[in-house]
């Protein structure tokens, strides 16, 4: 069974990877469990951000929370890589559900400990270095491989979706509640994904991939990655988008409660703003038929991207900034998920977890030398100035990367895929 049902058009169309029951189940279970994701951390932002009101402590929240994810990254790819993906992906998800349930406790004392939330959220942060690569390259096992870039957009489709219920619900229950409701709603999201994975049924449990050292596995994926100019050209410009742009995120609170006057509620807002663009972007993306063209698709996202942060941090009027954040999200996820979907299909699924883990460390593990820049810079210069900084420096460097397209077109691997 599953919480979503089947479409009339389940062979065809944007939906088609829907036709196959296990992914069918994963789609359900994360429809609820990223909405709860994004609750908490939008609950977690604004707790920081009221409990110190610096800038600087949130860039080194947001630096605890991901730094995990760039030491520990590769070593999840190899365990995504070498253990049967299904079970470490129910693993991590119920890890990620305590901890849910931690950050609760502590927040619903009468007094929370920076030092307390901290290392709750590095713990977060060591336990996604599993989980991301691990259910990134779960996916290929659910569909076909000719689904399997369908898969991959509905994937960001519904992590959008989540971004724009999330982050409002998340404003209207900590104005009304306080953070640690959301916390808690969170750790209970994590029972219906846990459900759903626990309801999926495979012919065979996976073979073991590989042996010898973790070491030696994981330089044999840095050197596939280097070795493939069309591999090692998106994620460069990935970790560019992550280290310079991806920090708006963390600056949003000041946004809302100091430029804006928005507040908890605006917070929400605004971070919904973000999510529904991203939404829009990964529903277009899942329309697409195949792979060509999705190099162009990059470039201009992350050019997109960094001259909607540009205009951001002009912007003093709440309604023009929900505007282009709306953008400046629609630009992110098509860059982000276009590059998901390129990686993929260019790599063998004997090397796709470590690969998914590469991405992973340049989306996700770049972003803490991103938050501590930004943090630093909007102390001394303050927040437009650090978000348009970094809209710059991504606008630039997607101006880079198409200049290369023509080159990377030579490349027999990436010969179809971005004509």
């Known amino acids: 069974m599953s919480i979503i049902s089947i479409p009339a058009d389940i062979h065809s169309g944007p939906l088609r990877a829907l036709r196959h029951r296990n992914y069918r189940l994963f789609f359900s279970g994360q429809v609820i469990s990223l909405t709860g994701s994004w609750m908490q951390y939008t609950a977690q932002a604004w707790l920081i951000y009221r409990i110190t009101g610096s800038a600087m402590m949130m860039g080194v929240a947001a630096f605890a929370d991901k730094v995990p994810v760039l030491l520990l990254g590769l070593a999840g790819g190899v365990a995504a890589d070498r253990r049967d993906r299904h079970r470490l992906v129910m693993l991590t998800q119920t890890l990620l559900m305590l901890q849910a349930v931690a950050m609760a406790v502590m927040a619903a004392a009468d007094r929370v400990s920076i030092a307390g939330l901290l290392a709750?959220?590095?713990?977060?942060?060591?336990?996604?270095?599993?989980?991301?690569?691990?259910?990134?390259?779960?996916?290929?096992?659910?569909?076909e491989p000719g689904d399997l870039p369908n898969a991959l957009a509905l994937n960001s489709s519904v992590f959008n979706a989540a971004r724009v219920i999330g982050p409002a619900a998340a404003g209207v229950l900590v104005a009304a509640l306080g953070e640690a409701a959301c916390f808690l709603i969170n750790a209970a999201s994590y029972l219906a994904v846990l459900f759903c994975l626990r309801a999926m049924r495979f012919d065979q449990p996976e073979e073991p991939r590989g042996g010898g050292s973790s070491a030696r596995a994981m330089l044999?994926?840095?050197?596939?990655?280097?070795?493939?100019?069309?591999?090692?050209?998106?994620?460069?410009?990935?970790?560019?988008a992550s280290?310079?742009?991806v920090p708006v995120i963390l600056l949003v609170p000041i946004f809302a409660g100091e430029i804006?006057?928005?507040?908890?509620?605006?917070?929400?807002?605004?971070?919904?703003?973000?999510?529904?663009?991203?939404?829009?972007?990964?529903?277009?993306?899942?329309?697409?038929?195949?792979?060509?063209?999705?190099?162009?698709?990059?470039a201009s996202g992350a050019v997109g991207f960094g001259i909607a942060l540009v205009l951001f941090a002009l912007s003093e009027h709440f309604a023009i900034s929900c505007a282009l954040l709306a953008v400046a999200g629609f630009c992110m996820i098509t860059q982000a998920a276009a590059t998901n979907q390129l990686l993929q299909m260019l790599t063998p699924d004997t090397l796709r977890g470590?690969?998914?883990?590469?991405y992973t460390i340049m989306f996700v593990g770049m972003a803490p030398f991103g938050s501590l820049l930004a943090g630093a810079l909007a102390e001394r210069a303050g927040a437009p100035a650090a978000v348009a900084a970094g809209g710059l420096a991504c606008a630039v460097s997607g101006l880079f990367f198409a200049a290369?397209?023509?080159?990377?077109?030579?490349?027999?691997?990436?010969?179809?895929?971005?004509?």
């Not at 509620?265 to 993306?285: H, P």
């Not at 290369?404 to 971005?418: D, F, G, T």
């Open 120 to 143: 709750l959220v590095i713990i977060q942060g060591i336990i996604n270095a599993f989980d991301l690569p691990a259910r990134q390259s779960f996916v290929g096992r659910m569909v």
């Open 220 to 240: 044999e994926g840095l050197r596939f990655a280097a070795a493939s100019p069309p591999v090692r050209s998106l994620l460069i410009l990935l970790g560019l």
């Open 243 to 245: 280290i310079f742009g």
């Open 260 to 298: 804006l006057g928005g507040g908890a509620r605006g917070l929400g807002i605004l971070m919904g703003c973000m999510g529904a663009g991203a939404f829009v972007a990964a529903v277009g993306l899942a329309r697409r038929a195949g792979t060509a063209g999705l190099g162009r698709v990059v």
């Open 354 to 358: 470590r690969v998914m883990s590469l």
């Open 404 to 419: 290369l397209i023509p080159r990377i077109r030579s490349q027999a691997r990436l010969a179809e895929a971005v004509r």
